[in-house]
């Protein structure tokens, strides 16, 4: 499956498209005026939906309060910003409410605002919009975001008129994000068994993580309501693959997803402020990384799990990377079914994947969650003296979603 989706990215074609891209992981590593580097790079602990310490926050509250503690942490004066996208996926009103909590947290009128929704993806799709909006000079600097509140705002159950219905893959494109995982599980052979395995790896080394306090070094403490909160309240410590086997299936009676073996719904936000190297440099700013491309595909509705497996190789072929030249991935575990195909199928050691857990155990706030994958990353690059992070996400309808980081910050 790799090579042949390899195989569909003709090397040639994207030479041309992309001359001006830095190729192979000693260019990539080079430091340019126009590159797109990231100054600033935090997140909100993540809260359990419905149960845990955001399930009353609403999105404009959420982005209010991590809009104000970057100000506070970083002493950017907010009128030189000239741009801020949100990714977000289900809030009512996505925009009037983003720029309502930018400006209540003391960014100028002055400074625009964007909204984009790419559902599972959405918090790196604001990335690229920030980034491409600098790499073209049309700004110099900006904040990408990532938020969302599962508790408050569910996904919503997509309708479609029976003309549209009756396309087979149209309907498969509308369908529960559970159905998905169970038929990925059914067409490539992925056991109740295995899918528990991959996700004892993820509950294990979160309750690692937290236990070891790593994670406060990428999250940024929030104040709402007078209280200020600093620490994951989704990860379970404690879990066995005996505790994972006990449950019962989530979306089918018959099926092998489950509470424990797919991600959780969570609450939460995160933000990155991205620049020229140029501006950086002129400014003084601390340069943790920079942006190098992203890529964006498409495959078949029902199986939207297995795209990263597709979105990777794409990615790579951009860049002229090797699987090799990756030190860490942050691929993101929607479901262990599908996240146990891409890990096999990609044939990368699972040892560079979310080693400190991913949304299994963390949760799997839509809109944050290709926001947080950056900002969990590039702090793992920097604790290991690293350089090339690859995030890639499935995306909601049937995409796929991945992308390329170099650390720049050292130990």
Avoid at 364 to 382: D, I, N
Wanted: net charge positive; with cysteine.
């Amino acid at each position: 499956m790799f090579a042949r989706l390899v195989a569909r990215c003709p090397a040639r074609g994207l030479a041309r498209t992309f001359a001006t891209l830095p190729r192979g992981r000693t260019e990539l590593l080079v430091k340019r005026p126009d590159d797109v580097v990231i100054t600033f790079a935090k997140r909100t602990a993540l809260g359990r939906a419905r149960k845990g310490q955001l399930k009353d926050i609403p999105v404009d509250e959420l982005l209010h309060a991590l809009f104000k503690a970057t100000l506070e942490k970083t002493k950017l004066n907010p009128a030189l910003l000239e741009d801020i996208c949100v990714g977000t996926c289900h809030p009512p009103s996505p925009l009037y409410i983003s720029r309502a909590a930018a400006i209540a947290a003391g960014i100028p009128v002055e400074v625009p605002i964007s909204t984009v929704n790419r559902l599972c993806s959405s918090g790196l799709q604001s990335i690229v919009t920030i980034s491409n909006s600098v790499r073209t000079q049309q700004i110099e600097l900006g904040m990408a975001v990532g938020v969302e509140s599962m508790t408050l705002n569910p996904r919503p159950t997509p309708e479609i008129v029976p003309t549209v219905a009756q396309n087979a893959q149209a309907h498969d494109c509308v369908q529960p994000m559970g159905w998905t995982s169970e038929m990925v599980a059914r067409a490539y052979n992925v056991p109740r068994q295995k899918q528990d395995e991959y996700a004892l790896i993820s509950h294990t080394r979160a309750a690692k993580a937290v236990k070891s306090g790593i994670f406060s070094e990428e999250i940024i403490p929030i104040e709402v309501r007078g209280t200020v909160i600093s620490v994951d309240d989704t990860v379970r410590p404690g879990v066995t693959l005996e505790s994972l086997a006990g449950l019962k299936p989530a979306f089918m009676e018959d099926g092998a997803s489950t509470a424990g073996n797919s991600s959780g719904i969570g609450d939460g936000a995160a933000l990155c402020i991205l620049t020229s190297r140029a501006r950086a440099e002129k400014e003084g700013w601390q340069v943790l990384g920079k942006y190098v491309i992203s890529a964006f595909v498409g495959v078949e509705p029902r199986y939207m799990g297995i795209s990263p497996v597709a979105a990777i190789p794409r990615v790579l072929a951009k860049t002229g990377l090797q699987k090799e030249d990756v030190d860490i991935w942050e691929i993101n575990e929607a479901f262990a079914s599908q996240f146990a195909y891409c890990v096999e199928q990609l044939q990368v050691p699972i040892e560079k994947i979310n080693p400190n857990g991913g949304s299994i155990a963390l949760t799997h706030p839509l809109g944050m969650t290709g926001t947080r994958q950056v900002v969990t990353g590039l702090a793992e690059l920097k604790r290991r003296g690293g350089d090339i992070l690859c995030t890639s996400m499935c995306i909601g309808s049937g995409m796929g979603g991945a992308a390329i980081f170099v650390n720049e910050a050292r130990p």
